[in-house]
């Protein structure tokens, strides 16, 4: 991008100034204030008559890259041990963090702890937008409600069945909880499968999705997940994105997670891929924008969307289809805690936009729901973090220890039972146990490390020591499950999956606790996505998919089920919702 309106010198002074003291304290002055006397109003919004600035603030963006380098440059440029303009966000807009009149904020902060201060930040004042209602309606086929796998795939499609698409995110970044998933992407079937000599079914796949949700999993959508899971990870690989690596989560009779090379985290790779698809076919996706109603016509046909726009104010959007894919409702504790009392005050694992509003726009136009409080704990967050510890390192061998160094459940039971059994131990949490081979065969593992989160001894005793289990216990146990791999049997815990010994020094520990991961239940859908009223008939033009439905899972969601069903039905609400749009019937 080019720096046109300040010129070529103060552009390069400004790139050097910002690496060099981008995290310095700035004296609790506005991103704007600070510009004062480098920069005018017209040299961020655009020399117009009048200052007009969309939700995604495209002009500002541009300004900011145009002065002080792009988001990869600024990434390059940085030596800060963790580095905001290059990390597991992909390409956001530099105002998600930065703004101009109010405080400036980085946003990886809504999950992690660092220390980070940023020009701009601190400020007190806050100049609140003025609430403007703007007569003009924009025109769609189909609206999707949500940013996420979900709602990316569901517009790609829809787009390709040549309807004319808008997404509308709140968040002023798009990927959604998508974009943290880390262990990857069941299926069945796959030929990544067949290249590596799994035998899996669909059947298969189907059983273990409903064994591990208690079979309380409606069965249609279960077997809508096994059948199309394949031919998901097809279009998915289709579109760009690299899932080669197959491991295995908990509750799976076989490896069928599929995962970029080297064990990298699925989301990043899944996210970045739909974006570019989305914008390679220009798809209108506008974030800092919250859909405030779904509007219908009296008659229980849905006409559209109402929407607050960060700097447009209320608008609405008139289409002929709506799909919600807004997720679940982790992030809104208030929420979780009415539903699960014994849940209340714990640690999550989500973005902080997955607070349910989807399902609270489909309830207000009359959507029935299920299943509402079965809400997933995830046994391995980071203690004391938001951080999730991906079941893949269970998967490619760790055990799980108490404080009295002993092992204490099968390590890929389901999620409910592994959570329930550290929840049982001695200060309700364990430590995740592993080594250096177990470190090599999963990239994921290096940002735990990065996030200083894993302790280390040179041998199992030096580890003990460090994260202070008592003398010897370690080591016996650690002796003990290496027999079971040498066996290929697990006589104490009965788990099926033994992929390696821990034998290889260094030796690491992660204390784990169970933090809420995700919610079951939500809107009640037919298998065509379509979203049914409290009749069990579906609402004209009303579509859902992903974790803001209910019945796909059932009591608990198995580990790689979830990236599975956004791609799965987020392809089925945009085909069907592209269908509608089109006047055919489904
Ligand atoms: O599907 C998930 O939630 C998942 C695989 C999480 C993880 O442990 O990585």
Request: net charge positive; charged share 20%.
């Amino acid at each position: 991008m080019r720096a046109s309106r300040l010129g070529f010198l103060l552009a390069a002074v400004m790139v050097i100034a910002s690496a060099t003291a981008l995290w310095a304290g700035t004296g609790g002055k506005t991103l704007a204030q600070l510009h004062q006397g480098k920069a005018t109003c017209a040299d961020c919004h655009g020399k117009g008559k009048k200052i007009v600035v969309d939700d995604g603030e495209t002009a500002v963006n541009q300004s900011c890259a145009g002065c002080h380098g792009s988001l990869q440059e600024l990434g390059k440029a940085s030596h800060e041990e963790v580095n905001p303009h290059k990390s597991h966000l992909g390409d956001i807009d530099c105002t998600a963090c930065h703004h101009a009149h109010t405080a400036s904020w980085a946003y990886c902060l809504s999950c992690h702890p660092f220390e980070m201060k940023i020009p701009g930040g601190g400020v007190a004042s806050k100049r609140t937008a003025k609430q403007k209602v703007s007569r003009k309606a924009d025109e769609a086929d189909v609206v999707v409600i949500g940013a996420g796998a979900t709602g990316f795939t569901a517009a790609i499609t829809a787009h390709d069945a040549g309807a004319r698409v808008v997404i509308i995110e709140k968040q002023p970044i798009t990927g959604g909880n998508s974009m943290l998933a880390a262990g990857g992407m069941n299926a069945a079937e796959t030929a990544y499968q067949k290249e590596k000599g799994i035998k899996d079914s669909v059947d298969l796949m189907f059983k273990d999705t409903m064994t591990g949700g208690g079979d309380h999993n409606d069965p249609a959508l279960a077997m809508v997940l096994a059948k199309n899971s394949a031919a998901s990870v097809a279009w998915l690989t289709g579109l760009g994105a690299d899932l080669s690596d197959v491991g295995r989560m908990g509750g799976a009779s076989v490896n069928r997670t599929h995962r970029p090379k080297g064990g990298s985290a699925v989301g990043a790779n899944v996210i970045e891929t739909l974006r570019k698809n989305a914008a390679r076919r220009k798809i209108d996706t506008r974030v800092n924008s919250k859909v405030v109603k779904v509007l219908e016509d009296g008659k229980g046909r849905v006409t559209g969307v109402q929407v607050e726009g960060k700097h447009r104010g209320l608008y609405t959007i008139k289409a002929k289809a709506v799909i919600i894919a807004a997720g679940g409702f982790s992030a809104n504790p208030e929420r979780v805690a009415y539903y699960r009392p014994d849940y209340k005050g714990m640690t999550t694992s989500n973005q902080p936009g997955a607070t349910g509003d989807g399902i609270d726009l489909g309830t207000a136009v009359g959507a029935d729901v299920k299943d509402l409080k079965e809400i997933q704990i995830h046994p391995t967050v980071a203690a004391g973090s938001r951080t999730l510890i991906t079941e893949a390192v269970r998967g490619n061998g760790a055990i799980l220890v108490n404080r009295e160094g002993k092992r204490f459940v099968n390590e890929l039971t389901t999620r409910d039972k592994a959570s329930a059994a550290i929840l049982a131990q001695t200060g309700k949490s364990a430590f995740l146990i592993f080594d250096e081979g177990v470190r090599k065969s999963l990239k994921q593992i290096d940002g735990y490390f990065h996030l200083k989160l894993v302790q280390e001894g040179g041998s199992i005793n030096e580890l003990a020591s460090v994260i202070k289990l008592p003398a010897g216990a370690l080591e016996t146990t650690v002796a003990s499950y290496n027999k079971a791999c040498e066996l290929k049997s697990d006589a104490e815990f009965k788990r099926a999956d033994l992929p390696r010994p821990l034998q290889t020094a260094k030796y690491y520990a992660i204390e784990v606790k169970p933090g809420v991961h995700y919610t079951m239940g939500g809107l009640k859908v037919t298998p065509a996505s379509e979203v049914l009223a409290k009749d069990g008939k579906p609402i004209a033009g009303l579509f859902a998919a992903g974790e803001g439905t209910g019945g796909v899972h059932g009591k608990n969601r198995l580990g790689g089920n979830s990236i599975s069903q956004t791609i799965t039905f987020g392809r089925i609400a945009g085909e069907s919702a592209a269908k509608v749009a089109k006047g055919a019937r489904l």
